[in-house]
């Protein structure tokens, strides 16, 4: 039956990568050095915040034109679009969406990215949006660049989206990165590598959807988000079994 429940699997502690990742170099002082605490939720966390449709506006999606002044934003046109789904491949509503990326040439609209290539004066990099009751999302945006990053003698990172995700408290964001499919650059980011299960890697790339893309217009990339169990999506602040 297809909408029966699977059976139990117990969770794979394994295969989140050690906080401890020497080739991704800040990991060394960002990792903790003595026992975690644990801390009560405060109930702040546990009911807030709630997300309307009304606070978002109907362009907050669409980074080809929030943050355009007097032309396009330049590089490769895409949409970006998938479901959030739970364990059971259900659709999950009103999960805010919230993006941020480099422009075409690499290059991040933030005060601490001094990498030299330009600015594009037509986007911001950053949008935000509510999934549907069927759980989908969608965004257009500029394919990003690769970028260089002080890290060993010449790393670079593959193109690559970040996003987090709200539930329904301050307790429940999620945080990762959309790579895409076929990019030479993977297999050479310790980052995306810190993560061991090739397949945990592999359900972090987008896929090529041609049935979606517009002719003459934009590519499209399917990324579906598991919120969580065995074919969950890989984020960066939750652990698997936490
Ligand atoms: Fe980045």
Redesign the pocket.
Known sequence: MENAPRAFRPRDRAWHPAAWFPDYKTSVYRSPRLPLVSLTATRSELTAPVFGHDLIRASDNDLLVNGRVDGDPIGPRIVLFGKVLDEEGRPVRNVLIELW??NAAGR?RHVNDSYLAPLDPNFWGVGRTLSEPDGSYRFRTIRPGPYPWRNRVNDW?PA?I?ISLWGASLCQRLVS?IYFEGDPLLPLCPIYNSIPDPAARARLLAKLDMGESLPHDTLAWRFDIVLRGPRQTFFENKREGA
Request: hydrophobic fraction near 15%.
């Open positions: 990326q480099a991040y990172r690559h970040h990165q």
